[in-house]
């Protein structure tokens, strides 16, 4: 007992130096919870598969697999995929009509990107419009849930720092087509134990220096040597109706199709950015679904916690485990493409072979695993 009080003093000697922050956490009565959605993250082993390669007659640009950073990173990637495709075909004279297959942020803004420049996309090909891990990802700008080996990180840096000024211009009002409405730079607290996806941005020097912060939620659950970086937030729902504003107003058209082969399709050139669809089009071994679940919160959540983001990890039932807050504002109902205004969401899991369940047991894992996430964020925020 002595040697615990000790421990608890010196603790509180440790972090006494540290600024508190005073955070309102979200309401988690039952009522706050508007909507629970399983998803599943395009993750490839290794990095992203931003390629190109010849399959037949046809010229093939791969841009798929970033798992949980492809909002982090889609910008960067569909440009470096427009230049791997520009080496064949260096102007819009030389160049073929163009499919693109898949309806997530990367094929959208790859179909606009490339008609922007003057080349002629015949189609965007997806068998979804609303059902796609780009609706339902967080809205953290950060370089998460992706494996990336070694030789590869300085690739995936140069994407990231290039996506991160787009989205500078984007909070300037100086976009072409994103609007300042879809972004907002704001803290993030994540433990010290953490990677908080953001370290390379810091040590550039694009955002500040990180604090060390005790953060107080005001009920007596308070978290010591918290990092507290500044990073984007950016409303997914948002970018989505704009990319997808984008395409109507350019009279790209976009067909309701599942493409099972390259040869099912008439152009010669094709932007594969279908996610796990595209992985296996291009036969990719490499690919992991990783199931993640997202609780979006109501009105009743409150507002106060809006303002800021929580990404760390705590302990589980002997495991590490995550909690994440992001401020999202609305999701989208996947059967008809409505809306619905959201306070805030919850999420925090990856786990990886979910897809290989059966449908019983699938559905069994979500509800533990929604029970399980509103159990650690109900610990982290309240201490219960």
Known sequence: MKLALLFTCATGLLSAHNRVDFLTPPQLVPEAIAKEIPCVRPMREGIFNISSQDVGEKFVVHCFGHGGCGWTTFLGSVEYAIGLFQERYPSPESAPAIRVIGAGCMGLCSAIELTRRGYRVAAISTKELYDIPSWNAAGYFAVVSVKISPEQEEMVREIN???????????????????????????????????????????????????????????????????????????????????????????????????QEFDDLAEVVVFNCGGLGGGDLAHDNKM?????????????????????MIYTKVKQEGKEEYVYLF????????????????????????????????????????????KRLLDRNQEFFYGK
């Open 288 to 308: 992991i679904p990783v199931r993640g679940h997202l609780l979006m919160l109501s009105e009743k959540a409150g507002t106060e916690h809006m303002d800021y």
């Open 327 to 370: 401020p999202r504002t609305s999701f989208v109902i996947p059967q008809n493409g409505s809306l619905e205004p959201a306070n805030g969401v919850l999420g925090g899991s990856f786990i990886i072979g979910a897809d290989k369940l059966p449908r019983e047991d699938l559905a069994e894992l979500d509800r533990v695993e929604f």
């Open 161 to 259: 720092f290039s996506t991160f000024h787009s989205y500078q211009q984007i909070e300037r009002g100086e976009h072409p087509y994103l609007s300042a409405a879809a972004t907002r730079f704001i803290p993030v607290y994540c433990s010290a134990d953490t990677h908080s996806g953001v370290e390379d941005l810091e040590e550039q020097g694009l955002i500040p220096p990180r604090e060390v912060v005790d953060i107080d939620f005001g009920n007596g659950v308070v978290h010591h040597d918290y990092n507290k970086f500044m990073t984007y937030f950016f409303d997914v729902t948002t970018l989505m109706q704009e990319l997808h504003r984008e395409v109507n107003r350019l009279g790209i058209p976009v067909e309701m199709q599942e493409v």
